[in-house]
């Protein structure tokens, strides 16, 4: 745990510190940890101090409506977490989808940059995931998208199957702990004008938003093109998280 980390959880409890990492924690802990460190602290501390701690950063928007802070997760050797500086509960929320609305994850695949620095060598863009739980997938009621290495396996099957992976929605022919994904492939450099809130909002009613997670894993498609696979599950306590290792095996070796 970091210095920062530290400070960011006095005064929460340390019952409430596992709220960090959503598979050490106990369902009756306060959903709201992630909205206070955020809201009471990073956002503040940057705005008097221009320090963003205990966050790793604080992008600031005028009426905080746009921002975001990326902060280290309690769980993993290089895992973070970016979440809105405005109140938004998760995947279910509409802010998420309407008009002018802040794509948290340009600035999620961004943060790869603080993983790499917590690592022995920078990782491939195929090594990289950002994961958002379903609504009851997670413990915390403040939008995150976690930040960290994918899977090992889910890195082998995602090469090996390259070319089934297409523009639309189809089943992934590998299943992931008996868990059948969905996945279309989108092509750039970075996610600047990639969504997938949006992508996956554009397939289903606005009100069964909750009941999925999403996972992005970064490619490299035939003829040396950049690009990302987006995963989609669906069901009442679905976590794409699950598709990423926090140990960060594809660095360290099984």
């Given at each position: ?60 928007s ?79 009621n ?55 809130f949006?992508?996956l ?38 976590s ?15």
């Open positions: 745990m970091t210095h920062r980390l530290r400070l960011a959880l006095s005064g929460l409890g340390l019952a409430a510190a596992f709220v960090l990492g959503a598979t050490a924690i106990s369902r009756a802990a306060d959903p709201s940890v992630l909205w206070h460190i955020v809201n009471d602290q990073c956002v503040p501390n940057q705005e008097r101090d221009r320090d963003p701690a205990p966050c790793a950063a604080v992008s600031l005028p009426d905080r409506a746009q921002g975001y802070v990326v902060l280290k997760d309690i769980v993993g050797i290089a895992q973070f977490l970016v979440m809105p500086t405005a109140r938004i509960s998760g995947i279910e929320d509409p802010a998420i989808l309407a008009h002018g609305a802040t794509n948290y994850w340009a600035p999620a695949w961004e943060t790869r940059r603080n993983a790499d620095v917590r690592l022995p060598r920078n990782l491939d863009r195929t090594e990289v995931s950002l994961a958002i739980n379903s609504r009851g997938g997670r413990t915390q403040q939008l995150h998208i976690h930040v960290d290495c994918v899977r090992a396996d889910v890195k082998a099957a995602i090469a090996a199957n390259s070319g089934a992976i297409g523009p639309r929605w189809t089943p992934f022919p590998v299943p992931f702990n008996g868990h059948a994904y969905r996945a279309l492939r989108v092509d750039g450099e970075t996610m600047q004008d990639i969504d997938p949006r992508i909002g554009a397939t289903i009613p606005p009100q069964e938003m909750g009941q999925h997670t999403l996972v992005v894993v970064g490619a490299t498609f035939p003829g040396n093109v950049p690009g990302f696979v987006v995963f989609d599950d669906h069901g009442a306590h679905v794409g998280e699950e598709l990423q290792d926090h140990r960060c095996g594809v660095v360290f070796g099984p």
